[in-house]
């Protein structure tokens, strides 16, 4: 259980709310009118309200923090801490809102538990006065002793001029306040009003009612406090008015004592701890009086199953929608420390939820590796990204890493287990939303993250055939030979000069080599010169209009390779789809789905794309039999390192 901080406070105030709104109308819908069945019910509610919001995981977010600068001589750069800034009393915005008084947010909610608290100190102050001003109901009635003698219970009865109705207080010398008039009442209207009373006395109701008062003290701001706490009285008043008939043997006689304390023309100071209801709760006092109340205990037991299975999906709802978060400071721990959670790594499978708003890109980075227990070390080409904001529900920590890496138009490479080293990417297209990947971004995906493209420019009327070229990488990112493998040499020489021009991202893998694949017939750059749009979340992928198989190698059957090769493609204005690269590498199955890709084609957008698709490789039939290859191709939603398909 964590307590709540005054952030928290209205998303909590929330989550309450929408609990209290929808259990209200429950015990109607249900038919439950059992007065100590809804008394429990009522209570059980309340506590839900208050219990949920404590109880509730909780959404990590940083601190509002300033990036450190980079100030040191060797090449990578380690950030280890982030200082919290505050407001000075230079910034002008501070000084044109000087002038509004400086109160908080907890200032206020403990001035307004101050002033309830003084109200209900009035009120015990009222009634004392009212006790010392009462004079004993003497001689007693001899209603009231047969009052006592049905309830089992006993309590010093005192008339009061000022008392327009019945009050009953004290819990070791309990007192029974009854108006100036009731010696006037007939004898089985005394009788009913004092055993009312009494039962009160018998159930200790004051200290139940004082503890209702505390609840509305410390959530005075709620109205579904308020509520709650007045159910709460109503089912307690018609729980006694219950017992009340079963010791009077008939309710009519009860019913006339509550009319006539209710026709009267009864006006008095607000008393909190007054017991017996006014006008306000009558008639659904009156109500219940009146009918028969039957309900069999095993549909009473079926009804609060159903109620508390809706209440907890109505509680799931409330928390997901409106969540509790906890600052950087409470999640990852204080500046300067690797305060990892017990349990969790870049490879663990637990899932968190996120949420940053409008927060720079290192300061998030340094709290996912605060968190899985990693040092986060940047390259000087990093700068100082734009801020992010986002929000991810149910996601790894691995996950988190690689949606920040793609939103900012980074990426990354594990230099050991506690050791990530974070590069300059792709940039991101402007205002184009980025997907959550799920899947780690692997050595092979970050060596193919350009960061310099040069696009071959074919002539006019090249064949439509696959060129798939092997070009090697050194340590540094850069292509040192490029070797045509499919298609014509002229073609290749012409694909081969643009992408010796490429530069990669270095690799823990280099030196290697990867396949590469064009479609001379898509031509050169795009007439529109726009950079390709990633297709994510707010971009759906184009339909296929051409779909051409992958051709299952022999020599891959035989030695039994099946699996998933995914690959990244441009999708040119028209469709065609121009240019492909391995991003997860099955080396005796790249070159069939390269050379099958490269000859889809997709509804024309007008504008070129870039997305992930899959080719799966799978191998059917018994392992002594002759061996037949199934082949598949799917699209996916990832870029860049996403992994997507089916």
Known sequence: MMPLPPHNLLAAAVQAGLIALAGAPLPRAFGIWSPRARLLYWRALMMACVLVPLLAPRVYVPAAVSPMPVTAPAEMVSIDAAAVTTGSPADPVARRTSWLPAVSLTQLLVAGVALRGAWLLLGLVTLSRLRR????????????????????????????????RPMTFGVLRPVILVPADFPEFTPLQQKAIACHELLHV??????????????????????????????????????????VVRHMGSRRPYLDALLHLASSERRGALLPASLFLGRAHLPQRVALLVKEVRMSRPRLALSFVAIAALLALCGQAAVAAFPLTV?????????????????ISLASSERLNFRWENAAVKDVLNFIGKLAGVTVLYDPSVGNPAPVTMNLEGVTVQAALNAVMQASGLAYQVQD?????????LSPTPGQAKPSPSAPMTAATVALRKTRDVRPAFPPGAPSEPLVLEAALDLTGHVTEVTTITGSSELGAIAAAAVEQWQLLPSPKAPYKTLVGFNPAAGGSDPSGQPPVLVGRNVKAPVKVKDVKPVYPKEAQDARVQGVVILEVRIDADGQVSEARILRSIPMLDRAALEAVLQW??????????????CNFTLSGEPSSAVAGGVAGGVGGGVGGGVGGG
């Open 133 to 164: 001003s009462a004079r004993r109901l003497w001689p007693r009635p001899a209603a009231v002793d047969e009052a006592v003698a049905v309830t089992g219970a006993d309590a010093e009865f005192l008339v009061c001029e000022r008392a327009l």
């Open 327 to 343: 600052p950087a400071e409470v999640g990852a721990g204080v500046a300067g420390q690797q305060a990892a959670r017990p349990g």
């Open 202 to 243: 018998r159930r200790l109701d004051w200290v139940r009612t004082a503890a209702d008062e505390v609840v509305r003290t410390l959530a005075w701001f709620h109205p579904a406090a308020w509520w709650l706490t007045g159910q709460v009285h109503l089912s307690r008043e018609q729980l006694v008015d219950e017992e």
């Open 417 to 425: 287990p506690k050791t990530i080293v974070v590069f300059h990417g």
């Open 601 to 614: 084609k997709y509804d024309p957008q007008g504008f070129p794309l870039q997305m992930t698709v899959t």
